[in-house]
């Protein structure tokens, strides 16, 4: 189990009892203190009095990516279990996903994931809980890497991957882009398949202070720069699908500019999509690319969507429209925000 953490003696405690309850005993835990200035390192030191199977790895406060990094050159299992100092893995986590790795389903998987609890007011942090919801509803390889450029589709506290995809595919890197997505997505790319065990095996908690609240490589922005450059690439490995017209699914201001992004890597929207009326227009201010609305979508294999819009309940409701329409996501497709 690799588990970073910085000033995190609040939590700390919670996290390593959760550990030591597993049913499955045959774990290490690394912890990489990151320059922690608290009472973690004290807290560590009394953890790991009577638990042989706690290491620490004291290193200077250089951030996540290198503690991260710094872990892994460090752990000695074939397998790496992750783990947040302020979440909690129920009893059967470490028993469930090494037997599903194990098992005929993940024998051809790198890395399996496990449904999570939303351990937060549900009111207070809505999003976050519609978050957690949508992850959920991801349970199968196919479906992890077909919504891969909605949103990264696994809990990275959540996650048990074989340590060999670091050897050979790399580990975390460093950047203005939500490192766990960035790996996700260059892994994927890469061809390795993602699994999920069915069932609640991590509490995962929202803290005020937590990272991805706080740091801008955690922002929207961030995200969908990240996005379009592994979308650029997977249309490339495509090139019948990128031979098509490219439309975006979205009209507005915020989608407009987060599809700019997709220029920087080779690939020219030939027009957006809206059901505004007032959007639809034979191009942008005059220039630029046209926006149709839906009823002037060319037929399947005719053109190639990318839905761009983000807002509630809309997504679900394009590719309900295209899939009635005959597209076929993956095929004519894709869901990207």
């Not at 009095?49 to 872990?71: F, H, I, K, M, Q």
């Not at 074939?78 to 389903?105: F, H, S």
């Not at 399996?112 to 992850?135: F, I, K």
């Not at 027009?271 to 505004?276: E, H, K, L, R």
Request: proline share 8%; hydrophobic share 45%.
């Amino acid at each position: 189990m690799l588990l970073p953490a910085r000033d995190a003696a609040a939590t700390l405690g919670r996290a390593v009892a959760s550990l030591r309850a597993q049913t499955f005993p045959d774990w290490e835990l690394l912890v990489v203190d990151d320059g922690s200035a608290d009472g973690t390192p004290e807290l560590l030191a009394a953890l790991g009095s009577d638990e042989p199977r706690l290491r620490v790895l004291r290193r200077p406060r250089e951030g996540l990516v290198p503690a991260l990094n710094a872990g892994l050159a460090a752990a000695r299992g074939e397998l790496i279990a992750r783990m947040d100092a302020d979440d909690e893995a129920l009893p059967d986590r470490l028993a469930e996903q090494v037997a599903w790795l194990d098992g005929p389903e993940g024998r051809s998987c790198g890395v399996v994931s496990c449904l999570v609890e939303h351990a937060g007011d549900p009111a207070a942090q809505a999003g976050y809980a519609r978050h957690v919801v949508w992850l959920n509803s991801l349970l199968t390889p196919e479906a992890i890497a077909l919504r891969r450029f909605v949103d990264a589709p696994v809990a990275h506290p959540s996650v048990v991957f074989r340590r060999e995809l670091v050897a050979r595919h790399g580990g975390y890197r460093a950047g203005d882009f939500p490192e766990d997505h960035e790996l996700w997505l260059r892994w994927m790319d890469a061809g390795v398949a993602f699994g999920k065990v069915p069932r609640v095996l991590l509490r995962w908690h929202d803290l005020p202070g937590r990272l991805s609240r706080r740091d801008a490589r955690y922002a929207p922005e961030a995200f969908f720069r990240l996005k379009a450059e592994w979308i650029a690439g997977w249309l490339r490995a495509r090139p019948a699908l990128a031979a098509r017209p490219l439309l975006v699914w979205g009209a507005g201001r915020p989608t407009r500019l987060r599809a700019a992004a997709l220029a920087a890597h080779g690939l020219r929207v030939a027009a957006y999509v809206d059901v505004d009326p007032a959007k639809i227009t034979p191009a942008l201010g005059g220039s630029g690319p046209p926006v149709l609305a839906p009823t002037a979508l060319p037929p399947p294999g005719e053109a190639f969507v990318l839905a761009y819009v983000s807002s509630p309940g809309a997504r679900d409701l394009i590719a309900a429209d295209l899939t009635a329409r005959g597209w076929t996501e993956g095929r004519d497709f894709l869901l990207c925000a």
